[in-house]
């Protein structure tokens, strides 16, 4: 009777290792749906130049590991993180030697973020703009000249 256990196992586990590695290969392999990420940017308010969000999680500073690289010699390697999350987006301040301000208040760990609030990092500064938010409020501001329009009012 073991002798027949151990001949049956003798092919019976290496066929099952070979199955779920199988398995395994064709779960990793398997294109996914990559989630796209809302739309925001910072826009320079001294160039105009935008430096969009691509990530969830977006470092921002001067290294080249960085999301977003600021070459700027007042900002830190590491300076922040700029992060989506349920309720929105927010901002951390990651120990940057300069800190980091949000509307001219210092950021301490974290703060949410509005679209239209001006960020500054060093002595430069951003804008942060949610193209969700934009977008929600150019609809308003058309449904509301429709109506204005409709009613005769200029």
């Given at each position: 009777m073991?002798q027949?256990?151990?001949?049956?196992?003798r092919?019976?586990?290496?066929?099952?290792?070979?199955?779920?590695?199988?398995?395994?290969?064709?779960?990793?392999?398997?294109?996914?749906?990559?989630?796209a990420?809302?739309?925001?940017?910072?826009?320079?308010?001294?160039?105009?130049?935008?430096?969009?969000?691509?990530?969830?999680?977006?470092?921002?500073?001067?290294?080249?590991?960085?999301?977003?690289?600021?070459?700027?010699?007042?900002?830190?390697r590491f300076?922040a993180?700029?992060a989506?999350?349920?309720?929105?987006?927010?901002i951390i301040?990651?120990?940057?030697?300069?800190?980091?301000?949000?509307?001219?208040?210092p950021?301490?760990k974290?703060?949410?973020?509005r679209?239209g609030?001006?960020l500054?990092?060093g002595s430069?500064?951003?804008?942060?703009?949610?193209?969700?938010?934009?977008?929600?409020?150019?609809?308003?501001?058309?449904?509301?000249?429709?109506?204005?329009?409709?009613?005769g009012?200029?």
């Amino acid at each position: 009777m073991s002798q027949t256990i151990l001949s049956v196992s003798r092919y019976a586990l290496p066929a099952l290792a070979l199955g779920i590695a199988v398995i395994c290969a064709l779960r990793l392999l398997r294109r996914r749906k990559i989630q796209a990420v809302p739309g925001a940017f910072l826009l320079n308010t001294v160039n105009r130049d935008r430096l969009p969000l691509e990530r969830f999680e977006n470092a921002l500073g001067r290294s080249k590991h960085c999301d977003v690289v600021l070459n700027y010699p007042a900002v830190s390697r590491f300076h922040a993180v700029i992060a989506r999350r349920r309720d929105g987006w927010v901002i951390i301040d990651t120990g940057s030697s300069g800190g980091t301000l949000l509307d001219d208040q210092p950021v301490a760990k974290r703060a949410p973020l509005r679209h239209g609030q001006v960020l500054r990092f060093g002595s430069f500064e951003f804008m942060f703009c949610d193209e969700e938010e934009q977008a929600r409020i150019e609809r308003e501001a058309a449904m509301e000249w429709r109506q204005g329009t409709a009613s005769g009012r200029p």
